[in-house]
């Protein structure tokens, strides 16, 4: 991506999101899709230069197809895949999961990894998972989730979703409650599900939280910060990329303030089946 459409791309998202987190639910649904790959045309690149090229992992024994709808993940998709040998058994598809490009009962298994937060209506998404996979096979996902915790008439636990909201591109943050209701309405039988940060012995924000790693954290935040700005003076980095910095401040801060107060969690886990008949 050229300094120019990076530094399009970082206006744009501040124009969908607004320096205090939002327009109205109703917006961000009815734009989720144009969003979301405004976000991640941003983000990518701080995600590699953060946490690398492997966001998440999965056993690499069998064929697996990726559906994204940012045309720039997956173009890096398919580079990192051709780099490290796996571009046999790995495709990368561009589409939209509310409207998956593929015939009914097509797939063997579906997972996802905290992708699906990003669908506008979890019903829908659901369905279109439901559609594309075999009778008798299994969905199996990391949602990100609010727990049942927290308290939609709470103006702190408000705070905390809208600083998640914008520093994770999302439209909403769903129940983990509204998960499971929707999963019932397309269709799934669900197997299992728990909220696995429940039983971790150390919390799952502990490596950003400020509290526990002041000295180090602050350090790696003031001189990533001044970096950046450093970066974007000279016009090695596009203008306005110190918002990508805000974006995963803002993020972090969520995700631990979300995480200390138990309303919310990223490792809302559930396997669902659809039936054989």
């Not at 696995?196 to 799952?204: F, G, L, T, V, Y």
Request: glycine share 6%; proline share 4%; net charge negative.
């Amino acid at each position: 991506m050229s300094k120019a459409q990076a530094a399009s791309a970082v206006e744009k998202y501040q124009k969908y999101s607004g320096s205090s987190g939002g327009e109205g639910e109703e917006e961000r649904k009815s734009n989720y899709y144009d969003k979301s790959n405004t976000y991640y045309d941003v983000v990518t690149g701080a995600y590699e230069a953060y946490w690398g090229e492997s966001l998440h992992f999965a056993s690499s024994k069998t064929s697996v197809t990726g559906l994204n709808n940012n045309e720039y993940q997956i173009n890096r998709a398919k580079e990192l895949s051709r780099l490290h040998g796996t571009d046999q058994i790995c495709d990368f598809v561009q589409g939209d999961f509310m409207n998956i490009p593929f015939p009914d009962n097509t797939f063997d298994a579906v997972y996802a990894i905290e992708a699906t937060v990003h669908s506008p209506d979890a019903y829908e998404c659901y369905k279109e998972i439901y559609r594309v996979l075999k009778p008798g096979q299994c969905f199996a996902a990391y949602e990100s989730s609010m727990t049942t915790s927290f308290d939609p008439t709470n103006p702190e636990h408000q705070r905390i979703k809208k600083e998640l909201l914008l520093g994770g591109g999302l439209v909403d943050i769903r129940s983990t409650t509204k998960v499971l209701e929707a999963l019932k309405q397309a269709g799934f039988e669900v197997m299992w599900s728990k909220n696995i940060a429940e039983d971790s012995p150390i919390p799952w924000y502990f490596p950003i939280d400020k509290s526990n790693n002041s000295l180090s954290t602050n350090a790696v935040r003031l001189f990533k910060r001044n970096m950046v700005k450093a970066l974007e003076f000279v016009g090695l980095a596009p203008k306005g990329i110190i918002k990508v910095q805000d974006f995963a401040e803002w993020a972090a801060d969520g995700l631990v303030e979300g995480g200390k107060k138990e309303i919310f969690t990223p490792m809302f886990f559930f396997l669902a089946k659809k039936p054989a008949d």
